[in-house]
């Protein structure tokens, strides 16, 4: 019972998001946000007031719990000002989860603003893409909410809200320090990085020479962050956690040739939206497409530059919407056809993903349910 809730609950947020963004594309600007209120409330319920949804879900819920009770923690400035101001008012855990989940969809419908024509692709990709980690990473992603807001005012030339926003997640989570200039250099190119042939010829050679060691060679960054408390733990062993051997999470790099079929769709993906890029001016975004494709090629198996890699899943299916579009209003050649095709079962393997049961029923209870020992939880979620 438990599991078929959990996959229709997960299937109804699907059709839900499909349905609204397709109403979203046709309507007005004007309506946007008067259309995207159904699918936010949709996605801060089903994602939001889930119980002990991860591993990270149970660690914060002893963090609230020291903010209720007037203790502090070592985390960044924003995160513990927001935290503690909900503890001031004694709000309930489950609420601090879904606001955090409700800022995450705020921040996918706001930057999906300039792309109204394909939303009905991209938000459920978006979503489908980024649900399933930000329910573990909460303050990674509730950081990217404040990142993604920003890239949009950047891109509307809102510069200093821009700049606001980019400190608020650095504020909110110290990693993506890293992240903004590497977001900004992006955003002031103008040109394209690499053409199709070049671009997956990379992609080829990432995937397959790639070797984890190599990121032994950059431990030396960490010493620049030795200032914060939050880095302590990686800079403490910043070679094991970038090669992946002190990561936390058990994840071994997957074989080369399920890398490389896994890297088909993205292929087709950079084909097409090279062609797309070009007609509606998104070179930009085509380049951060890129880079976030050459992060999912090198990142199997490493937990911490995984993480950075799902900060440019949004561009990602950007270019991969337009694509889409682009190919379902061409000519069907056969090209075309295997290219639609391959580009189309992608999202639905997301999909699957997103509504695949977690391998235990207690990971699948929501708020309403049995609130089961967030402690007893972590021991569970370890043994699998």
């Known amino acids: 019972?438990?599991?078929?809730?959990?996959?229709?609950?997960?299937?109804?947020?699907?059709?839900?998001?499909?349905?609204?963004?397709?109403?979203?594309?046709?309507?007005?600007?004007?309506?946007?946000?008067k259309l995207s209120f159904i699918p936010i409330l949709?996605?801060?319920?089903?994602?939001?007031?889930?119980?002990?949804?991860?591993?990270?879900?149970?660690?914060?819920?002893?963090?609230y719990n020291d903010y209720l009770q007037g203790f502090s923690s070592n985390h960044e400035i924003l995160f513990q000002a927001i935290w503690k101001?909900?503890?001031?008012?004694n709000l309930p855990y489950p609420i601090i989860i879904a606001s955090c989940s409700c800022l995450l969809i705020f921040a996918i419908f706001y930057f999906a603003k300039t792309y109204k024509s394909v939303s009905y692709i991209l938000i459920p990709f978006i979503v489908f893409s980024c649900a399933g980690t930000a329910t573990n990473l909460i303050r990674w992603?509730?950081?990217f909410s404040f990142l993604l807001i920003a890239i949009k005012l950047y891109q509307e030339e809102k510069r200093?809200?821009?700049?606001?926003?980019?400190?608020?997640?650095?504020?909110?989570?110290i990693g993506l320090i890293i992240a903004v200039p590497i977001f900004y250099v992006l955003l002031t190119y103008n040109k394209v990085l690499f053409k199709p042939f070049a671009a997956i010829i990379i992609s080829i050679l990432l995937s397959v020479l790639f070797d984890p060691a190599i990121m032994g060679k950059f431990a030396f960054i960490f010493d620049l962050f030795k200032g914060f408390d939050r880095f302590d733990t990686y800079a403490s062993d910043a070679a094991g956690w970038l090669t992946g051997e002190g990561q936390n999470a058990d994840s071994e790099r997957r074989s080369t040739i399920s890398l490389l079929i896994a890297n088909v769709p993205l292929w087709a993906y950079i084909f097409v939206?090279?062609?797309?890029?070009?007609?509606?001016n998104l070179a930009k975004v085509y380049n951060l497409m890129l880079v976030g494709i050459y992060l999912k090629n090198t990142a199997s198996g490493l937990e911490l530059m995984g993480?950075?890699?799902?900060?440019?899943?949004?561009?990602?299916?950007?270019?991969?919407?337009?694509?889409?579009?682009?190919?379902?209003?061409?000519?069907?050649?056969?090209t075309n056809t295997i290219l639609l095709f391959v580009s189309i079962i992608y999202i639905f393997r997301k999909l699957y993903v997103f509504c695949t049961?977690?391998?235990?029923?207690?990971?699948?209870?929501?708020?309403?349910?049995?609130?089961?020992?967030?402690?007893?939880?972590?021991?569970?979620?370890?043994?699998?």
């Open 1 to 33: 019972m438990i599991e078929f809730r959990y996959i229709l609950f997960h299937l109804l947020l699907a059709i839900i998001l499909f349905y609204y963004g397709k109403q979203i594309s046709c309507k007005s600007i004007n309506s946007y946000w």
């Open 42 to 63: 949709a996605f801060t319920i089903e994602e939001g007031l889930r119980w002990g949804r991860n591993i990270d879900w149970c660690v914060y819920y002893y963090v």
């Open 85 to 89: 101001l909900y503890a001031l008012f």
């Open 141 to 143: 992603y509730m950081g």
């Open 160 to 173: 200093t809200l821009a700049i606001l926003l980019a400190t608020c997640s650095v504020c909110t989570h």
């Open 273 to 280: 939206g090279y062609k797309v890029s070009l007609n509606l």
């Open 307 to 334: 993480r950075y890699s799902y900060l440019f899943e949004p561009f990602i299916c950007v270019i991969a919407s337009y694509s889409i579009l682009y190919l379902i209003k061409q000519r069907r050649t056969f």
């Open 357 to 384: 049961p977690m391998v235990h029923d207690d990971f699948m209870h929501y708020v309403w349910d049995e609130q089961l020992n967030p402690y007893s939880l972590i021991n569970l979620y370890r043994s699998f």
